[in-house]
């Protein structure tokens, strides 16, 4: 979905690879029929996702947004410059010239030449006179003095003020094609997240309109701008997909302002299981048949959890991070 929308949406104009993305879920949903065969009509089947997808054409390169308004200092010596060029012009000679049946070793490489890039890039930022940084998938962390040994932002009164001159800079950003912002919002911490590690957060989130992803390099001429040379050509939209059959679910009705929050009850419910009362979201009530939730009401319990800490957790914890990493969210 991200690497191959444009050869579905017509713009590469490889015909070879149209159909990619239409094959993968062709394939998906006769593995899905094969499994709902199998477990009989009185199987409850859910299908969800927790995002959409679309084409992207614009790019807004937060990094470069922050340096030209003086919140990141970033200079390289001549030398890094070098050393930038040469692993950039590694990376591309690989992805175009590397032959197919050496995928899994030139992806090994690739990701350590994209690991070794953004550790030269990083060498390129004066910590000690910068006050924020953005990284994937939209995120700005503000350089305070409490959380950074080289943090320049007093925490209470200029943590708030820095916070809010950056939300409302980036909310101003349009693209230049139409006029229109090319962020659905800027949210802070407090707005984004909730809950016991929600101190952790980062300070705000930017939440691109639909076409657009947010680049974190240096070297751009522009701000907001075409999406060529960006990291996707096809990335998330926040509308994702909710379908659902079983014999205590409606036929043929759709849902109106269900959540992603709502998915966890309504399934905990269908299992005949209490929903916790800490957790978020309700039950979706108008997807069951009438009269289904009276003969069986929802059940608020507090549910004992028993936590047992894998010995094997750092490591469980280095691979998931390493796979983020090679899909571009770290």
């Not at 992806?107 to 006050?131: H, N, P, Y």
């Not at 009850?265 to 929903?275: A, D, G, M, R, S």
Request: proline share 5%; with cysteine.
């Amino acid at each position: 979905m991200h690497f191959f929308w444009k050869d579905m949406d017509g713009r590469s104009g490889v015909e070879a690879r149209r159909n990619y993305i239409r094959d993968y879920y062709r394939e998906a949903d006769a593995g899905i029929g094969r499994i709902v065969e199998e477990a009989g009509d009185d199987a409850t089947v859910i299908v969800m996702s927790d995002h959409g997808h679309t084409g992207v054409h614009g790019a807004v390169y937060l990094n470069k947004w922050l340096v030209e308004n003086g919140y990141m200092d970033f200079r390289t010596t001549f030398r890094q410059g070098l050393e930038l060029l040469l692993l950039k012009v590694q990376r591309k000679f690989r992805r175009r010239f590397v032959k197919r049946r050496k995928f899994k070793e030139d992806e090994d490489q690739m990701t350590q030449i994209a690991a070794r890039l953004l550790e030269k890039l990083e060498q390129g930022i004066r910590w000690s006179s910068t006050r924020a940084h953005a990284e994937p998938p939209g995120y700005i962390w503000i350089c305070t003095k409490d959380r950074y040994p080289l943090g320049i932002v007093e925490p209470g009164e200029e943590y708030l003020r820095v916070r809010e001159e950056i939300r409302e800079g980036l909310a101003g950003l349009i693209d230049p094609d139409t006029g229109d912002p090319v962020f659905e919002a800027v949210l802070t911490k407090d707005q984004a997240f909730d809950g016991p590690a929600a101190a952790d957060a980062p300070d705000l989130v930017v939440m691109c309109r639909a076409g657009f992803i947010t680049e974190y390099g240096l070297r751009r001429n522009f701000v907001v701008g075409p999406s060529q040379g960006a990291r996707f050509n096809g990335y998330h939209v926040m509308k994702g997909l909710f379908v659902a059959a079983g014999p205590e679910l409606q036929k043929g009705t759709t849902i109106e302002g269900s959540r992603i929050l709502d998915i966890a009850p309504t399934i905990l419910h269908l299992l005949n299981l209490p929903v916790p009362p800490a957790m978020k979201g309700s039950v979706l009530a108008d997807a069951f048949v009438d009269g289904a939730i009276a003969r069986r009401p929802v059940r608020i319990e507090k549910v004992p959890v028993k936590f047992t800490p894998s010995s094997k957790g750092e490591v469980e914890r280095e691979s998931i991070e390493q796979s983020l990493r090679d899909l571009g969210y770290m």
